[in-house]
């Protein structure tokens, strides 16, 4: 097997195209994490790994038409984006609730992330309902762990403008969380 640390994407892309499966399980590898993560934030944890599976899927399908007009980073997270929201379409659409297996959830809890079950419900309750725009943000920057410098680049913003749409964020966030605490 080939090894492609050193290798940009891009260039991981086009040995795929031409053939080479390696190039793939390369990206494959440096990605996993990052659309683990965000898939994370906006799913309830029983689904994560399959919605996880679902992205790399779809873009091992996919990957043949990959024009590199964007970075493969911004390709995978857009492609992420469109699994979550076909997740949630194909869950409206069985009329399911947002009820997860206490028991089981809890079994599987990460120790690297010490949120309660409960309190990580609550957040990806309230992330969905945040304008995409924020729930953006919030995601680059906490499922993804992007620097604002490197979120402002990728949403193609100024820094200035990316820190005040992610403070807005935030406070839409924190208010969706205080009228869920509110007892009034």
């Known amino acids: 097997m080939t090894s492609y640390s050193d290798t940009s994407d891009n260039h991981l892309v086009q040995q795929f195209i031409q ?7 390369s990206l494959y590898t440096r ?11 906006v799913v309830p944890e029983t689904d994560v790994e ?27 997270r857009t492609l992420t984006n469109h699994k979550v929201a076909e997740y ?3 869950r409206s ?7 997860v297996d206490m028991v089981h959830a809890e079994r599987r809890g ?3 992330h010490p949120i309660l079950l409960e309190d990580r419900i609550t957040i990806q ?8 725009q924020y729930r953006e943000v919030i995601l680059l920057r906490f499922a993804e762990g992007m620097q604002f410098k490197e979120i402002a680049d990728s949403l193609k913003q100024n820094p200035e403008a990316t820190k005040s749409l992610f403070r807005r964020a935030i406070a839409t966030l924190r208010n969706t969380l205080d009228v869920k605490d509110d007892p009034t």
Do not use: C
Request: net charge positive; hydrophobic share 35%.
């Open 19 to 25: 053939g080479d499966m390696s190039a793939f399980d």
């Open 31 to 41: 990605h996993i994490k990052t659309v683990y993560n965000r898939v994370r934030y």
């Open 50 to 76: 399959d919605v996880t599976q679902e992205v790399f899927i779809a873009a091992l399908s996919s990957l043949p038409s990959f024009r590199g007009e964007a970075q493969f980073s911004t390709w995978l």
């Open 88 to 90: 949630y379409r194909r």
């Open 93 to 99: 659409r069985k009329k399911e609730t947002m009820q």
């Open 110 to 112: 990460d120790q690297n």
């Open 125 to 132: 309750r309230a992330l969905n309902k945040l304008p995409e």
